[in-house]
């Protein structure tokens, strides 16, 4: 079944840590994106990428790092510069086409502080 | 900046009831807007609206657009328990970005 998967599920990480969230797609899609969301908010862009070898920041972009080395994958590391880092994040991906088509979701990984 | 706004922003009706959902936002290089339902985890895609006027539909649920005043609506009629969820509503720029709202927390009770 085409989709994309995130990893892991849960996550839990001490102050000061690193850590790194998994997404994969084999939709075929050029696009993915990394948004996170709080409680009682909607979703933030952190970065995007058009295609491989390539991302932009997004409106949260700070304490984060991305990469992009392959087509299918797009993992994002939540670094220790990230003051807040416990919310829900979720991975999409969209074929591209400047907006023009819809964006799939993986089902998310919450981080946890502790 | 890029500004997205949907109201109310939670709402609580009880079954057979129908809901009006708003959603206003003022985009850069608008190209279309999505709707989208959140009830755990992953928002699962609803209606994409790039032409104002034209309404989409899809069971009890529907949607329209008014570019020239910039916002949308989504309909749900006879409302039923699984209709609750947050719904969201994301413009999309021609920059590749989803950009999204706050959502509107919906509740259906039996």
């Known amino acids: 079944d085409g989709g994309i998967t995130q990893s892991p599920k849960y996550l839990f990480r001490k102050e000061g840590q690193n850590v790194t969230l998994s997404c994969e797609q084999n939709?075929?899609?050029?696009?993915m994106y990394w948004y996170r969301q709080d409680p009682g908010q909607g979703l933030r862009l952190i970065y995007y990428?058009?295609?491989?070898?390539?991302?932009q920041k997004g409106d949260i972009a700070e304490g984060y790092s991305v990469s992009r080395e392959k087509k299918e994958s797009f993992p994002l590391t939540v670094t220790s510069a990230q003051k807040n880092p416990t919310a829900f994040y979720l991975c999409?991906?969209?074929?591209?086409?400047?907006?023009?088509?819809?964006?799939?979701f993986g089902q998310g990984t919450r981080l946890t502080v502790v | 900046e890029d500004k997205v706004v949907q109201s109310p922003l939670s709402l609580v009706v009880h079954e057979g009831d129908t809901v009006t959902l708003n959603c206003s936002y003022e985009?850069?290089?608008?190209?279309?807007l999505l709707w989208y339902k959140q009830e755990k985890k992953a928002p699962t895609f609803l209606f994409m609206l790039?032409?104002?006027?034209i309404e989409k539909k899809s069971g009890r649920l529907s949607s329209i657009l008014d570019k020239k005043e910039l916002f949308s609506i989504l309909n749900i009629t006879a409302t039923q328990t699984g209709d609750s969820a947050v719904y969201l509503c994301?413009?999309?720029?021609?920059?590749?970005?989803?950009?999204f709202g706050t959502g509107t927390r919906l509740k259906v009770l039996a």
């Open positions: 999409a991906s969209s074929l591209g086409g400047f907006g023009d088509t819809e964006a799939f």
């Open positions: 939709l075929n899609h050029d696009a």
């Open positions: 990428s058009q295609i491989v070898n390539d991302f």
């Open positions: 985009v850069t290089n608008f190209r279309s």
């Open positions: 790039t032409s104002s006027g």
């Open positions: 994301a413009p999309t720029s021609g920059t590749y970005k989803y950009i």
